[in-house]
Structure formats: C-alpha cells, structure tokens
C-alpha cells in the first residue's frame, strides 16, 4: 500500500514525541479517526534509540504497529540509524525512503501532529544558546506543544521550527487581549484629566513589561 505524503521529513520534531510511551502511542494512533499510514517517533525503552508507531490496519487489536529504530556508531565516529536491519545515514532519509516504500502493510503517508495546548505572544526578545532552544523575537507568536516544566516549554514558530522556550518571556494571546482591553480603558478615562499623560505613560510600562 502506498499513497500521496504529506509531511515533511526534515520537519520530523514536529511529530516527535520524546516521553511518550508504547501504549500510550498505541492509544492516540488507535482512534477511529486516525487514518492508516498515520505515524508518530517516540524514545524507545532503550536508552538512545527510537520507536516508530504506525497506524497499519482498522482491524481491533492490530491496529498499531511499533518499530526500533537503533542508533550506531561507525568507526569512523559517525553516525547512523538502522530500522530492520536498514541503514540510514539520518531519520529524514528514512522516512523519506518509507514514505514511498512499504514498512510491513503500508507506507509513511501522514504524520500524527502534536496538539496546540496554548497560542502566546513574545514578551522579550529571547537569543537561545542551545541547540534545542527556539530562538524568538517580542510580539512573535508562538503554539505551545508541551509544557515540560514550569519554567520552560516545548513550541512551534510560523516556520514549523520545534524548540524551547522560557515561559515568563511569553503571554498567552487571552492574556495579551485582555491587558490591551485595560490599557484601552485606562486611557480614555485618563483623557480629561490634567496628569493623565504622566499617568498614561506609567500605566503603558506596567502593562506590557514583564519582571523577569
């Protein structure tokens, strides 16, 4: 079985879902409104290596099946991944292979997404200094996919890029409306008033800047 594709291979993090476990990849894939050829990447059970849970069949209890991705090290330090005794030398390259080639029952044909917990707004400019950071700009928009601690969360920019990011450096779009609404009413009771641009002025500060 194989059909038209439609994800992006290079854009694999956004449908790599780092703790999630075999049965709960099971769970999501098995709904009735998951399509065959619908898949996710996961960590597998074994340190370093992937998992990949595909949708293969409609058929109870045989729905999902789940396959080891191994990360080796060559001898000349580089690296590569192996799926049933298949090397890559990266996982676009499998499953750009996998999108047109058959696994066991099907092909690779659509890629199960992470759900949108929240939509926020930059509140500073943030320069990550880490690989996995997601670099960003005040006033960017951003879709929160997890939030792995109080402190840091997992998002996706308008470019697809996956990263984390530092929460108290965003505010929820419901957060920002409302401040805006505020600020809005503040200023047009303040309009008449003989001290209303000083106050005006402080107010604006205190609105939209955040204490780190």
Known sequence: MSGSSTFDPYDWKSFYFKN???DEAGRLLSDPSVSI???????????????????ESDEPGNQVRHYLIELDQLEDGKTQITIANQPFPDIPS???????????????????????LETVIGAYRFAGDQDHDLSF?????????????????????????????????????DQ???????TQSRSSIET?????EERNSTSSNEEYYMVR
Not at 100 to 115: E, F, G, H, Q
Request: hydrophobic content about 35%.
């Open 20 to 22: 999630t476990s075999r």
């Open 192 to 196: 008449g008033s003989t001290t209303g």
């Open 94 to 116: 499998l499953l750009n292979h996998f999108k047109i080639r058959v696994l066991d029952k099907t092909s690779l044909l659509y890629a199960y997404r992470k759900p949108i």
């Open 37 to 55: 050829g619908t898949f996710l990447l996961r960590d597998s059970r074994r340190v370093g290596d992937y998992s990949l849970s595909v949708r």
């Open 176 to 182: 920002t409306s409302d401040r805006n609404s505020k």
């Open 137 to 173: 700009e005040a006033g960017e928009r951003l879709e929160i996919l997890s939030k792995t601690s109080d402190t840091w969360w997992e998002a996706r920019n308008a470019l697809n890029n996956i990263g984390m990011i530092p929460a108290n450096y965003v505010v929820s779009i």
